[in-house]
T-cell receptor, first 112, second 115 residues
């Protein structure tokens, strides 16, 4: 069964605005990852944050991790139409570092 | 080198027929995953191969589904006696350990339609 839950399920914003997506999980993790999926096909890895990290940046992406609340957020700044995609979080549970547990994703639409 | 390659890209079959889906992982990646994704849904884990270890088949939905990985590289997912509910995108991913975690590289998937 899926562990991660993304929130919101769908998000629609205007180009240039920031987009924030949240992910909650249930058990202790080794790391949490965010992926992007365009047009329902292959996923692309965006960023990995380890359980002992609290924040990580990659270009216009900012990921935070709060292990006490078992949650993570993905912030996309200055969004572009090309950011339109589905975004998934996936966790690697502590003690089981070989299998990712996936959320159901957030569908982001960036309107030009 | 090339990324993860899946074939065919699209497959339309009739109910009851068998289908075989292929995945070529990135060279040197020891772990390989198969996932299934129905329209608008998340990823459903099917099976995981890691080196020479016994595969984790815990996600296979029925005994009509099987997979093998030959020589630690190419993998095939076989669905026997396909049913309409098998229609989905089947995604393959291979992994490279990334600093305490696991980063997956995905293929573009096979869209399976069972009529």
């Amino acid at each position: 069964s899926q562990q991660g839950e993304e929130d919101p399920q769908a998000l629609s914003i205007q180009e240039g605005e920031n987009a924030t997506m949240n992910c909650s999980y249930k058990t202790s993790i080794n790391n949490l990852q965010w992926y992007r999926q365009n047009s329902g096909r292959g996923l692309v890895h965006l960023i990995l944050i380890r359980s002992n990290e609290r924040e990580k940046h990659s270009g216009r992406l900012r990921v935070t991790l709060d292990t006490s609340k078992k949650s993570s957020s993905l912030l996309i700044t200055a969004s572009r139409a090309a950011d339109t995609a589905s975004y998934f979080c996936a966790t690697v549970n502590a003690g089981n570092n070989r299998k990712l547990i996936w959320g159901l994703g957030t569908s982001l639409a960036v309107n030009p | 080198g090339a990324g993860v390659s899946q074939s065919p890209s699209n497959k339309v079959t009739e109910k009851g027929k068998d289908v075989e889906l292929r995945c070529d992982p990135i060279s040197g990646h020891t772990a390989l995953y198969w996932y299934r994704q129905s329209l608008g849904q998340g990823l459903e884990f099917l099976i995981y191969f890691q080196g020479n270890s016994a595969p984790d088949k815990s996600g296979l939905p029925s005994d009509r589904f099987s997979a093998e990985r030959t020589g630690g590289s190419v993998s095939t997912l076989t669905i026997q006696r396909t049913q309409q509910e098998d229609s989905a995108v089947y995604l393959c991913a291979s992994s490279l350990m990334s600093g305490g975690g696991e980063k997956l590289f995905f293929g573009s998937g096979t869209q399976l339609s069972v009529l």
